[in-house]
């Protein structure tokens, strides 16, 4: 069909919706949760029985990255990530400090201990560096304020090469800034390359620093890491419109206007990429594979395993995993 015509494009499904901010939605979200209760403890990746940190990185660049953007985003990266093998079924373990409040003197130092994760927040990757997978929010950063619109930045680097600017900032760690810069040309004295955000200079050269809250642009993200030759490939994580408002303002960014103007903002960039890099993209040349993919939320929880091992095959995921298709709509309907 030659057309450009476009309909009206009115959200049908509002009238269905209950209001994020009623009184009666944290009541209802319980007594949801309390019904889906057994079938998320059957669906959950079990607990490790040993508790040992992964080996490290061979290295920081993947040659395969795939970064999941929008609503939606933990459920679909970490089916991604344990079908791609980048992040164990059984879950992971990662080390953090933490602070023994009853010790004093010299023994008031920070202890290591292992903290047990079940999904994707921010990233995974394989050991033997094939796959990365990115779980990235729209923006991403610290609740949302009527102060400062956040910030537009590159490119999402890896997550050890990366620092949130303050005034309270850490020194960066030596080795790890080396390797960020060797690896994955991230330096502030560099004329050729950029950081995907801005520079660190002095003790932070080779880490990419972060404002509080931020926005990617997707475009130049899969730019950025092409320019590298990482093969990378976008998911666009879709959900209904209505749903998705609410699920924002009761997890993210409580204050409505912000939280729609942020939503504009998301879709704006989504669309942008799509246009540029997804199947038709208009800078993609013949033979070009796409580098932006659009998946449906409830086209996923309606269609299962159908529609997700076709993506595996876009993806080029060899694999028959599938997680418990939960439907987290429901508590918003």
């Not at 395969?64 to 992040?87: N, Q």
């Not at 023994?107 to 990365?132: I, K, P």
Request: hydrophobic share 30%.
């Amino acid at each position: 069909i030659n057309s450009t015509y476009v309909p009206s494009f009115h959200d049908g499904n509002k009238k269905y919706m209950k209001d994020a901010n009623a009184s009666n939605l944290a009541l209802q979200g319980l007594q949801y949760k309390h019904q889906q209760k057994n079938s998320k403890l059957d669906s959950r990746p079990p607990k490790p029985h040993e508790y040992y940190p992964p080996p490290p990185k061979k290295s920081l660049l993947p040659k395969k990255l795939i970064t999941v953007v929008g609503h939606g985003s933990s459920f679909l990266s970490t089916t991604i990530a344990v079908a791609a093998g980048a992040f164990p079924n059984a879950g992971t373990s990662d080390t953090t400090h933490s602070f023994d409040s009853g010790s004093r003197g010299k023994n008031e130092e920070n202890q290591l201990e292992l903290m047990f994760e079940d999904s994707v927040v921010r990233s995974a990757g394989s050991l033997n560096g094939e796959w990365m997978i990115q779980n990235l929010s729209s923006p991403r950063g610290s609740t949302c304020n009527d102060v400062d619109e956040p910030v537009l930045v590159e490119a999402l680097v890896p997550e050890e090469c990366i620092l949130v600017e303050s005034t309270l900032m850490a020194p960066g760690n030596p080795k790890t800034a080396e390797k960020c810069r060797r690896e994955v040309n991230i330096a502030g004295n560099s004329t050729s390359w950029t950081c995907g955000a801005k520079c660190g200079r002095d003790q932070y050269n080779g880490y990419a620093l972060y404002p509080r809250r931020f926005f990617v642009d997707i475009s130049s993200h899969i730019e950025w890491y092409l320019s590298r030759g990482v093969d990378v490939t976008v998911l666009l994580s879709l959900r209904d419109e209505s749903i998705s408002m609410s699920e924002k303002l009761k997890n993210d960014c409580p204050v409505k206007n912000i939280a729609k103007r942020e939503e504009e903002i998301a879709l704006t960039i989504m669309q942008d990429a799509y246009v540029k890099y997804g199947k038709r993209g208009s800078l993609l040349k013949d033979g070009d594979k796409e580098r932006v993919i659009a998946v449906s939320y409830e086209g996923l929880l309606e269609l299962k395993e159908a529609y997700l091992f076709d993506l595996y095959h876009q993806l080029g995921i060899n694999s028959t995993y599938a997680p418990a298709f939960i439907d987290e709509n429901a508590k918003y309907v």
